[in-house]
């Protein structure tokens, strides 16, 4: 069965960390670092990134489009 | 797999559209009008309608839009969107023109307009950001702010009896013959903004049939002007904006729902 493997890379001078990402990830990859960026926002990263499904819901949330989402299948 | 092996550009499915400017956006952080200037510019990419496509910013939190969307932009006065797009799509009938209001804008200062670009059926699209609040100048009471919610000018909530109930505009300009399509939707949870995406997607064919003029709310949040984190705000207004701003559509192809 093929499974798929994701991956988001977080643009962290563009991330504002409103954290409206976190609650649409089904899988809760996301969460807030503790390092803030250049603005003094902290930014998203993966926390779990095996668990990523690559499903771009948090990609279509971000108002800043900080996000960009990769996705490949991989066979179990 | 390892992360850095997935990351790759053959790999990639969702990247920022090319139709926005790497000009940071100006809005506070977990604002709805980010996701909605980004959903209109990516279906503007999809449809490859990027060289016939003018749109209008209007006075309010969104009057840079010019300076974060990358087509051609004019800046119409305070309310005043719907009468300069009325304009530009009689001038060059072939072009795709938009309106790009929030409620301060659209529903307070700019009625007369939009009720009678409405009204005469202009071949135009407006997007209309619904949060109940004027933003930019600091929170004051719009006409769309709800019963009791509190805002700078209405610091003991806002009385029915004496400033009026919130204006639905949307159910009263779905009401004018002119108008074919008409839909509120919102941009907080990935569902609701790829349903509003689709929404903004027929409000921009819609243009391309001629069929009359098409109406997208999106009722956003404003964190700053509730003075509430971004996810305290997209609870508080699932549950007080959704019941009087019901989503959905409230008009397709010129017939109520």
């Known amino acids: ?76 | 797999m390892e992360v850095l092996d997935i990351i790759k550009p053959e790999n990639q499915v969702f990247c920022k559209t090319k139709l926005m400017t790497d000009c940071p956006l100006s809005y506070c952080p977990g604002c709805g009008h980010g996701t909605a200037h980004n959903l209109t510019m990516e279906v503007i990419d999809e449809m490859g309608i990027s060289e016939d496509t003018i749109g209008v910013a209007p006075v309010g939190c969104s009057v840079l839009a010019y300076d974060f969307m990358n087509i051609d932009m004019t800046q119409a006065a305070h309310g005043r969107a719907p009468a300069v797009a009325t304009a530009i799509a009689r001038t060059w009938p072939e072009k795709y023109v938009f309106t790009y209001q929030g409620d301060g804008d659209l529903a307070a200062i700019g009625t007369a307009e939009t009720i009678h670009a409405c009204n005469r059926g202009e071949n135009i699209v407006i997007i209309f950001v619904n949060n109940g609040i004027y933003g930019m100048t600091g929170g004051q009471m719009a006409p769309t702010t709800l019963e009791g919610m509190k805002s700078s000018t209405s610091p003991y909530g806002r009385d029915i009896e004496t400033m009026g109930a919130p204006l639905k505009i949307t159910e009263l300009i779905a009401n004018l013959p002119g108008v074919n399509f008409v839909s509120r939707q919102s941009v907080h949870t990935h569902k609701h903004a790829r349903k509003a995406k689709k929404a903004i997607r027929k409000a921009f064919e819609n243009i391309k049939m001629k069929k009359g003029l098409s109406f997208v709310e999106i009722v956003s949040n404003c964190n700053s002007g509730w003075k509430m984190t971004p996810l305290e705000s997209n609870i508080w207004m699932e549950k007080n904006m959704f019941p009087y701003f019901p989503l959905g559509d409230i008009k397709v192809d010129g017939k109520l729902k």
């Open chain 1, 1 to 76: 069965m093929a499974k798929v493997q994701g991956a988001i890379v977080v643009d962290t001078e563009t991330c504002k960390g409103c954290e409206v990402c976190m609650p649409v990830c089904l899988e809760n990859v996301i969460k807030m670092s503790k390092e803030v960026n250049r603005k003094g926002y902290h930014y998203a990263y993966m926390d779990k990134p095996e668990a990523c499904t690559g499903c771009t819901n948090c990609a279509i949330v971000c108002p800043d489009r900080a996000l960009s989402v990769y996705r490949v299948k991989v066979s179990a």
